[in-house]
């Protein structure tokens, strides 16, 4: 009986780390994948809204259309098919305007290419 006792008492204990271990690596994994990301995300936002300058073509969070007629510390006026619209800075969801530019660029550049190639043809 004496034996059974001892064989019992003397069983190591399971590392209370062990069982916290799989708990603190799901924290660590979703730090980096989900956390992580979307700080990184907000901060890039609230750089390119105070980045706004008159003339830029932005979209809104809603989908609206516009030029930036005017920028104060907090709004940004926007033209839209002849209204303006004061809006929150937040709520300006991209830039056009460097779009723009790239696909009329590279529109520009494939009919430049085309009508040399076709100078040269001839």
Do not use: C, W
């Not at 956390?35 to 995300?41: A, E, G, N, S």
């Amino acid at each position: 009986m004496n034996h059974l006792l001892l064989t019992l008492f003397l069983q190591a204990q399971p590392s209370p780390l062990g069982s916290f271990l799989p708990f603190l690596l799901l924290i660590v994994v979703l730090y980096f994948f989900m956390i992580r990301p979307q700080v990184k995300r907000q901060k890039e936002e609230a750089k390119f809204a105070e980045s706004v300058v008159k003339g830029m073509r932005i979209v809104t969070a809603a989908g609206i259309h516009g030029k930036v007629q005017e920028v104060g510390d907090n709004y940004v006026i926007i033209e839209s098919e002849n209204s303006r619209l004061k809006i929150n800075k937040n709520a300006i969801s991209k830039e056009l305007s460097q779009i723009y530019n790239d696909v009329n660029a590279s529109v520009l550049g494939s009919k430049k290419e085309e009508a040399e190639d076709s100078s040269k043809k001839k």
